[in-house]
């Protein structure tokens, strides 16, 4: 049972994945969020092509965040279309311009911090070296 | 009708199949109960949270240990 997919869903972060810098960025912060075990990704394609299974795993869990790179909030709207209540954080508001953003680490981690209140930061200084270190 | 169960077989899985075998009892249903246990299979459902409960190829619920009830409800529409 090394596979079992039973565990709670908890939260689900679904980042835009853009194709622009500011896309690339929600996706990468996804990414860390999921690694650093505060969000599981989930993916927004299946629930706009209302994939029954995609559609139903979602609405077992506790909490939706949407990350979008840019103000269409095509993230946020997707899953609104689907009848779901989002909590959204878009990277504009955050001061991130799409086609000026340089996307690195330091960045990654800062708007990481932002939508997870500082708890990214907070495993980094303990597991340092683990996954969220990398 | 043809009733599927997703999961790889743990204790939720099992809950929901006694469930499900327990609708389908009371409403007197032809129907035949299948459990899922291949992984792949389950996320060619899409389904990434289980149990899931798919009826007649369509998934229906995932992620949930549904109520007899619940699942009585499902069946009935």
Redesign the interface.
């Known amino acids: 049972?090394g596979?079992?997919?039973?565990q709670?869903?908890g939260v689900l972060i679904f980042p835009c994945s853009g194709g622009s810098d500011v896309g690339e960025l929600s996706d990468r912060v996804a990414r860390k969020m999921a690694k650093c075990g505060q969000a599981r990704m989930?993916c927004l394609a299946?629930i706009g092509a209302h994939?029954?299974?995609?559609i139903?795993?979602a609405?077992?869990?506790n909490k939706l965040i949407a990350i979008d790179g840019c103000p269409v909030s095509c993230s946020k709207k997707t899953l609104e279309h689907a009848g779901f209540k989002v909590m959204a954080f878009n990277l504009k508001d955050m001061g991130f311009e799409k086609g000026k953003t340089k996307v690195d680490e330091h960045t990654i981690e800062k708007v990481a911090n932002k939508i997870s209140g500082g708890k990214v930061e907070e495993n980094i200084s303990r597991n340092s070296g683990g996954c969220c270190g990398n | 009708m043809k009733i599927e169960i997703l999961g790889v077989g743990c204790p939720k899985c099992k809950m929901l199949t006694a469930s499900a075998e327990a609708a389908v009892k009371e409403l007197n249903l032809q129907a035949e109960i299948v459990k899922v246990t291949d992984i792949d299979k389950i996320t060619e459902y899409g389904v990434m949270m289980t149990p899931a409960l798919a009826v007649n190829g369509m998934v229906v619920s995932a992620g949930k240990v549904l109520s007899k009830d619940e699942v009585k409800k499902i069946l009935s529409k």
């Not at chain 1, 994939?51 to 995609?54: E, F, L, N, V």
């Open positions: 049972m596979n079992c997919m039973c709670e869903a989930f299946g994939i029954p299974g995609m139903e795993s609405k077992s869990a």
